[in-house]
């Protein structure tokens, strides 16, 4: 079992090195084309459609898990940027990262990590757009930030890589934790259990998993590896989506960093809105 447990960690974390190293460098290099002025200008643009498209762009090219959108919500605020846009970015952000998606879709196929960045995507928006309506802007409290430098567009071999180092420092820990937590439950947790606990169609596994992914604050690049062998051992895509959505989306500790820059309503509304995007997209996943 030992030696099982071990060659299933080391073949996980030689391919998602592999991977990670890869497709983070490409992201950074392509990062150096994006036009951030011209991103800024959309996302204080009065067109609600090209808004909320700018804030997905936005999300998905400043790749933050969920504690470091927080500085970026701030300044978004500060700069008197639409509510219903800064949410959207609020949402997306920590659940669209290229380089997880790219992960996603080598390790559990092209299929899944589309359907996943679609569904975040159009959850993201509707319910960002819905708190404005709802008038949760009044929620906001008077905060300034300070020491926030904006990402400018440059393009070089060194900038990148650097990019993908730093990237590696905080993310690629978190991988390979999940790696080390994916061996061990190939290696003793019995297929039988976890497919007649968590295989199927129950319905109830969805919000289950995704109350759970709140507190556990289990980081999305974690969640890969481990998101893995729970499909290949029998769990249901659906839950795991959801555990997945639910523990990338929010957590204590943003929660508690939500607390200084909202009021208590608005922190209830985000944490709810959380838990509904990702039991809405595990129920999405059972027709995937």
Known sequence: ???????????????????????????????????????????????????????????????????????????????????????????????????????????????????????????????????????????????????????????????AWSETVGLMKTVYPYLIIGAAIGSVIHGVVPTEWISSMFGGNQWWLVPVAAAIGIPLYVRLSMMIPMSQILIAKGMAIAPVMALMISSAGASLPEVTLLNTIFQKRLVVAFVASVMMMATLSGFLFYFI
């Open 1 to 159: 079992m030992f030696w099982d447990v071990l060659q299933s960690f080391f073949s996980i974390t030689i391919e998602l090195t592999l991977l990670f190293v890869v497709i983070s460098l490409l992201i950074n290099l392509i990062q150096g084309f994006i036009p951030y002025d011209k991103l800024n200008q959309y996302l204080s643009g009065k067109n609600t459609v090209l808004g909320a498209l700018a804030a997905l762009l936005f999300a998905f090219v400043t790749p933050f898990c969920s504690c470091s959108t927080i500085p970026v919500v701030v300044n978004l605020l500060n700069k008197k940027v639409r509510f219903g846009i800064v949410m959207v970015f609020l949402f997306s952000s920590p659940v669209l990262d290229p380089t997880i998606i790219t992960l996603m879709g080598a390790m559990l196929g092209v299929k899944v990590a589309v359907a996943y960045t679609v569904i975040t995507s159009v959850l993201s928006v509707i319910i960002g757009f819905t708190l404005e309506k709802l008038g949760f802007e009044k929620a906001v409290k008077r905060v300034v930030m300070t020491g926030f430098e904006e990402k400018t567009n440059t393009f070089s071999w060194k900038s």
